[in-house]
């Protein structure tokens, strides 16, 4: 058993770049840590809140307390908000734009398009941003490295955003991944994955706080809601805004579910 342990740590050892040697998502979480108060337009949030709000399908603007704007899987619409950041995935054209506008400052590709795997570990203001690959399904087999699971450190928190996962993760990922406070889940079921495969991705990653996306409908909703409220409280909110801290984290795990699609 330790030589098996000994051989884990070194593999992960060989893929962390030196640059994730400084993640807070890498470390061991540390204390407690629920969801905070909710507004669509908040006052300033304090050093230790995040705002999420969910834009639809599997886009959502993260707001970090310095005032950095995150747009996930933008594909040309962030809400009507200009983001200093996004990230984006090539599954489909719904995930991504080749015409992002000019202005946003970083524009952070899930896959590489001159091949292997997409590297990004960004710093900007209080944010920090890297990636993690994983395959995805194409018309001819397997494309490696065809998507990223994006990782937010912001304010003490630690956001994944899964993308179109289309595999279970493997131990090595896992680790790279490190801790996740906050899951951003598909959970359409057929596009990505089954919905009992992404529960287990889900036990897999720990995190306090689940919320689902990528759903097309209540129906889609629905159905993995049932399936996963014995894992999870649920909460459901009529707003797609929502302020979260880590020192107010639940303390068993809770499925929050924003309006949207």
Same mark, same amino acid.
């Given at each position: ?40 337009? $908040? /006052? ?68 590489? $398009? ?79 994955? /089954? ?67």
């Amino acid at each position: 058993m330790l030589r098996l342990l000994a051989a884990i740590v070194s593999i992960l050892a060989s893929v962390v770049p030196a640059s994730a040697a400084a993640s807070e998502c890498l470390a061991m979480a540390q204390g407690p840590a629920g969801v905070h108060r909710a507004g669509f337009l $908040p /006052a300033a949030l304090r050093p230790d809140e995040v705002q999420l709000t969910y834009v639809g399908h599997s886009t959502f603007l993260i707001e970090s307390p310095g005032g950095i704007k995150i747009a996930t899987d933008y594909a040309g619409y962030s809400g009507g908000v200009l983001p200093d950041v996004v990230t984006m995935n090539h599954a489909h054209r719904t995930h991504y734009t080749d015409t992002p506008d000019p202005a946003i400052k970083y524009v952070l590709r899930g896959w590489n $398009p001159e091949g292997g795997p997409a590297r990004h570990d960004l710093r900007v203001g209080d944010v920090h941003i890297r990636n993690v690959t994983t395959d995805i399904r194409g018309s001819f087999g397997r494309i490696p490295d065809g998507n990223s699971i994006f990782i937010f450190e912001i304010a003490g928190l630690c956001i994944g955003h899964l993308g179109h996962l289309h595999q279970e993760l493997s131990p090595a990922q896992l680790g790279l991944i490190g801790r996740l406070d906050i899951v951003l889940v598909p959970v359409d079921g057929s596009y990505t994955m /089954a919905q009992s495969s992404m529960l287990e991705v889900l036990k897999e990653l720990k995190a306090r706080i689940v919320i689902p996306m990528h759903f097309f409908g209540p129906a889609t909703l629905g159905r993995f809601i049932a399936s996963a409220s014995s894992m999870f409280d649920i909460e459901t909110k009529s707003s797609p805004v929502i302020v979260l801290a880590a020192a107010t984290l639940p303390v068993k795990p809770k499925l929050l579910v924003l309006p949207g699609y």
